[in-house]
Structure formats: structure tokens, C-alpha cells
T-cell receptor, first 116, second 114 residues
Framework: GEDVEQSLFLSVREGDSSVINCTYT??????LYWYKQEPGAGLQLLTYIFSNMDMKQDQRLTVLLNKKDKHLSLRIADTQTGDSAIYFCAESTPDILTGGGNKLTFGTGTQLKVEL | DAGVIQSPRHEVTEMGQEVTLRCKPI?????LFWYRQTMMRGLELLIYFNNNVPIDDSGMPEDRFSAKMPNASFSTLKIQPSEPRDSAVYFCASRGHLLNTEAFFGQGTRLTVV
């Protein structure tokens, strides 16, 4: 079955780069996502990458995908205190149970703490 | 659309009481998910529905938990009887059918069982 794993905590200093890692097990993943959860709020989509891509860049965010190793990472350049949040990776896989294509599996989340 | 709407935002109840959490997904979305978030275990998928039909409830912790989706615009998650270890934030999310569509989350219900 699907399994998405992340480390629970990451602490960085303001201005440094943050790298949040994620591993997944389902090789049929089609899209992989990064969500952000700020305190007291629900999850919001940050960015996503299609499984046939290696890299995607969006301003301070860089997503790297190593499909062979089933490893996904999110790099945040010049990390700011406002980046403190929980970051979730998620994979979208074909839903065998429904015959459709929309099962979404989340990791447990990585809490990023940005220190001054 | 106002997004995914959950109610109540906060619920405090005594052990042994029945608790019902409610969710209104985004109109037109085929999928609805219930998640539970705790500090110890992170975000856990409890159950998800496709076109109002429960597809996978393997994440539901035990028989005290049940979920229904009587129509496309409403779902409930019920805990009966509630226990202190059920204290968590419960999220509902909905998503369209296409593979690359994002899941939209509600604000969550913070449940405290004392």
C-alpha cells in the first residue's frame, strides 16, 4: 500500500535554506504535493510536481524529485520567520478501489521552526 | 464557493458523550476525506468517500468511530462514546476527480474530551 514518510521536526536559522525531505513507497504516484499548515489553520497547497519531472522552481521554493529512490524534497531559500509551519508532502495515486485516479496520501508532516 | 466548511470549530465534551463533527465539501468535488491530527501521530487519514460512497475506512481507529455521507454536500464523523485519547484536530478535505487537482481543507474541528 501507500506510505509517505517525513521527519517530524526541522529547525533552521532565519536566512538559511531549509530542506524538508519525504519518501514514498507507491511507484504509481502521478503527482506529488507540498502543503503548508500554519498554526490554527487547515492545510493549503504550496506547490506540486508531476512524476515525470525532476525539478520545479517557484520563487523561493524548489521541489526535487528522485523517482528512482522515491524521494521528494522541498527547499525553501532564505527562510523567514513567516515560513514557520508544518509542511506535508502528499502523493496522488490511481485509486484501484474506485477505478478512478484520485487517492491522496499525506505524510505526517514536518514542523519547521525558524529561529532568529 | 466558501470552501470546505466544518462545524463546530471547537468542541469540548465529557468522556462517554457522543460527538458529531460536520463537513460541507466544495460543490462539485467527488472526493471527501476525514483526517485526524495529533502531535504524537501527525496527520492520519481516517476514511474517504468517492461520490458519497465510503471507499476506505481502514484508518478509522475503532468501532466507536463512524462516518456517513448522506448526500454530496454533507458528511458527518461521529464518535460514540468519546474518550480522552480522541482529543485531536479533525480535518475534512474535498477534491475533484482529476489527478492533479489539489485537496482543499476545512479549518478543522478541535475536539477536547475531558
Amino acid at each position: 500500500g501507500e506510505d509517505v514518510e517525513q521527519s517530524l521536526f526541522l529547525s533552521v536559522r532565519e536566512g538559511d535554506s531549509s530542506v524538508i525531505n519525504c519518501t514514498y513507497t507507491d511507484s504509481s504516484s502521478t503527482y506529488l504535493y507540498w502543503y503548508k499548515q500554519e498554526p490554527g489553520a487547515g492545510l493549503q497547497l504550496l506547490t506540486y510536481i508531476f512524476s515525470n519531472m525532476d525539478m520545479k522552481q517557484d520563487q523561493r521554493l524548489t521541489v526535487l524529485l528522485n523517482k528512482k529512490d522515491k524521494h521528494l524534497s522541498l527547499r525553501i531559500a532564505d527562510t523567514q520567520t513567516g515560513d514557520s509551519a508544518i509542511y506535508f508532502c502528499a502523493e496522488s495515486t490511481p485509486d484501484i478501489l474506485t477505478g478512478g485516479g484520485n487517492k491522496l496520501t499525506f505524510g505526517t508532516g514536518t514542523q519547521l521552526k525558524v529561529e532568529l | 464557493d466558501a470552501g470546505v466548511i466544518q462545524s463546530p470549530r471547537h468542541e469540548v465534551t465529557e468522556m462517554g458523550q457522543e460527538v458529531t463533527l460536520r463537513c460541507k465539501p466544495i460543490s462539485g468535488h467527488d472526493y471527501l476525506f476525514w483526517y485526524r491530527q495529533t502531535m504524537m501521530r501527525g496527520l492520519e487519514l481516517l476514511i474517504y468517500f468517492n461520490n458519497n460512497v465510503p471507499i476506505d475506512d481502514s484508518g478509522m481507529p475503532e468501532d466507536r468511530f463512524s462516518a456517513k455521507m448522506p448526500n454530496a454536500s454533507f458528511s458527518t464523523l461521529k464518535i460514540q462514546p468519546s474518550e480522552p485519547r480522541d482529543s485531536a484536530v479533525y480535518f475534512c478535505a474535498s477534491r475533484g476527480h482529476l489527478l492533479n487537482t489539489e485537496a482543499f481543507f476545512g479549518q478543522g474541528t478541535r475536539l477536547t474530551v475531558v
